[in-house]
């Protein structure tokens, strides 16, 4: 594998406590999973104050999303790849079905209830609020910025063709 530019910086251990001078040493994986994790926990823990999981607002969003209603199985095939375990989505599904959230139509597409759709319009306030407590201090340039860098990062490793 050859470098992609003429200077490489060495690769540093994962430090939590480096000092900004030192960031650039330092692993992205590290950085970037952190920073998964902890939004993440964030903004499940602020689901589970109101009783709703993220991949529930997932399969809302989803039926909700498109042009002509979803089927389950396209919502399930959709969603799993986000998903804890291939079975996930299916079970979320079925608590949607419980709650009253979901009803399925004569050609077997899946729909929101008016309640299911309140609660996803409730669960898109939550997100924007969460979103707003997240990048406080961060203007919409630094993080298209950041997002554009990942991305990038991202395009490089899957353009290598190394596993």
Partial sequence: MRPLTD?????????????DDMLAT???????G??????TRHLRDAMARIDV???QYWVLNRVNGGSEAPSR????SQLTPLADGPHEIARVI????????????????????DAGEAARVRLRELATEVRAVVHEGISDEEYVAALKVLRRMV???EDTGDS
């Fill in 7 to 19: 200077t490489t910086t060495d690769q540093a251990p994962a430090d939590p406590a480096a000092t």
């Fill in 73 to 76: 199985e396209e919502v399930v």
């Fill in 26 to 32: 330092q692993p992205v994986g590290y950085w970037s």
């Fill in 94 to 113: 079925d608590q949607l079905f419980h709650r009253g959230w979901l009803r399925i139509d004569a050609g077997q597409r899946l729909e929101l209830t």
């Fill in 155 to 157: 395009a490089n490793v």
């Fill in 34 to 39: 952190l920073a998964h994790a902890a939004v």
């Fill in 53 to 55: 999981t993220q991949p």
